[in-house]
């Protein structure tokens, strides 16, 4: 609710209204900017590692800053995002020396099962890597992965 009983879109309808009625005035409209539901991330990612059969999984800004997971307790969250970061800088290099097109993603295998990076970019925005261990037994990855960053997209805006 906005002063006098107004609504938001009744003060929005009025000033719009006042613009159209004085064309020759400067006239200033506010836009109201929805802010995404970052409510909805961990369970993205939750979704995501049932469906991959991954042990946890995460979303971070490229600078390794951490903003969802989907992990036991156990698992140190903000180092498995800042170690999201490290990895992603230098294949970026590597990727733009090489001129080998655009990253999929960057999987590095171990004794023991697999980690898998993933870059979300968006022209004007900060990049963000959703990230995803898995044990030894997974073979695919590639689809729980791309289903959630599509929804990813989708909930933080990025086109």
Known sequence: ??????????????????????????????????????????????????????????????DGLLMASAAAPTTNREVFAAMSGIVAEPVERMRQELALGELKD??????DGKAVFRKIASKGKQSLIIAAVMPKGVRYHSRALGKATTKLRDVLGYR
């Not at 009744?10 to 719009?16: E, G, M, W």
């Not at 369970?43 to 590692?49: A, H, S, V």
């Open 106 to 111: 960057i999987s590095i295998r171990f004794s």
């Open 1 to 62: 609710m906005a002063r006098n009983g107004l609504r938001t879109s009744d003060i929005s309808l009025h000033l719009i209204g006042k613009c159209a009625k004085a064309a020759s005035q400067r006239c200033m409209v506010l836009q109201i900017v929805s802010r995404p539901d970052y409510r909805a991330l961990p369970k993205i990612l939750e979704d995501m590692n049932k469906e991959g059969g991954f042990i946890a999984s995460i979303l971070a800004r490229d």
